[in-house]
């Protein structure tokens, strides 16, 4: 079965602190991509940040990087100098085929002031 | 230019209607999904289009759900004799092509509520 973690359900970081959300996923397929999403209140999904399996280097869109350990089958996402706007549901996702997401079931961030 | 739109915002309904969600899709992305966001999980994928044909419908959780997609556009996803456990959000998603190259855009769901 292929299967995404997320084994934190909630967390919480101090403005201006770094964060890490856990993720860790299970395929047999090779060649795959792997999403962080963000959900805010809103409701409105929206891309974080993008991995190619391929690619043994760490994607990073400025304070968001990921730690992708394709053996382990893990993809962290850091958060570095959090934001207050950084407060919602984050989701990490793959595809390991062409066209269907598979999620996890979110953690909540939480920035405090 | 616009994103997904996705109508009514919010539903409430009483058990054993019929609903009607609606989905536009950013212009001239052929391929469309629905998933179904459950309180406490992820996404859950329901159904596929690419162009009005509906290649994957596994996810489809039974018979009384149901959708279309008409002119390469606007989707419904019809849910007959809603029950209680249909209470979700229902996200669409729309991207320029079917292949993993393509990011999903996701609209801001439909929270329906089956009283």
């Known amino acids: 079965a292929q299967t995404v973690t997320q084994s934190q359900p909630e967390m919480s970081v101090q403005e201006a602190e770094t964060v890490t959300l856990s993720c860790t996923y299970d395929?047999?397929?090779?060649?795959?991509?792997l999403f962080w999403y963000k959900q805010p209140p809103s409701r409105q999904m929206i891309l974080v940040i993008r991995?190619?399996?391929?690619?043994?280097q760490n994607a990073t869109e400025n304070r968001f990087s990921v730690n992708f350990q394709k053996a382990a089958k893990s993809f962290s996402l850091k958060i570095s100098d959090s934001q207050l706007g950084d407060t919602a549901m984050y989701f990490c996702?793959?595809?390991?085929?062409?066209?269907?997401?598979?999620f996890g079931t979110g953690t909540r961030l939480k920035v405090l002031a | 230019g616009a994103g997904v739109s996705q109508s009514p915002s919010n539903k409430v309904t009483e058990k054993g209607k019929d609903v009607e969600l609606r989905c536009d899709p950013i212009?001239?992305?052929?391929?469309l999904y629905w998933y179904r966001q459950s309180l406490g999980q992820g996404l859950e994928f329901l159904i596929y289009?690419?162009?009005?044909?509906?290649?994957?419908k596994s996810g489809l959780p039974s018979d009384r759900f149901s959708a279309e997609r008409t002119g390469g556009s606007v989707s419904t996803l019809t849910i007959q004799r809603t029950q209680q456990e249909d209470s979700a959000v229902y996200l669409c998603?729309?991207?320029?092509?079917?292949?993993?190259?393509?990011?999903?855009?996701f609209g801001p769901g439909t929270r329906l509520t089956v009283t």
């Open positions: 998603a729309s991207s320029l092509g079917t292949s993993n190259l393509y990011e999903q855009y």
């Open positions: 395929t047999s397929e090779s060649n795959y991509y």
């Open positions: 991995q190619e399996a391929y690619k043994q």
């Open positions: 996702a793959f595809i390991p085929g062409t066209y269907k997401y598979i």
């Open positions: 212009s001239g992305h052929t391929a």
């Open positions: 289009f690419q162009g009005n044909s509906a290649p994957d």
